[in-house]
């Protein structure tokens, strides 16, 4: 959550810097620089995404619940519906 706030804050200076440009009251400088400061927040969220991801299959792997199907990716067995009882 804190990196997608990040990424969204990045986003509003990037298009703040833009109009500034435009109006002829910021620098490419600036631009640039929210430009490049979008770059990593999205580096951020992908980051986290990933660390949470490899994080949670090794969870999985650990509990011995880790299951790869046929084509290579894994079964999430914690989405799939219980069976029901009598």
């Known amino acids: 959550e804190l990196a997608q706030r990040g990424l969204s804050l ?3 200076r990037v ?3 833009s109009e500034l440009l435009t109006e002829g009251q910021g620098t490419a400088r600036d631009l640039v620089d929210a430009q490049q400061d979008l770059i990593e927040a999205r580096d951020s ?3 986290t995404l990933i660390t949470h991801t490899l994080a949670r299959l090794q969870l999985w792997r650990d509990m011995g619940i880790l299951f790869i199907k046929k084509e290579g990716d894994w079964a999430d067995v ?3 519906e ?3 009882g009598p």
Do not use: H, I, R, Y
């Open 10 to 12: 990045s986003e509003e």
């Open 15 to 17: 298009k703040l810097e």
């Open 82 to 84: 219980k069976p029901k």
């Open 45 to 47: 969220v992908n980051s």
């Open 78 to 80: 914690l989405k799939q």
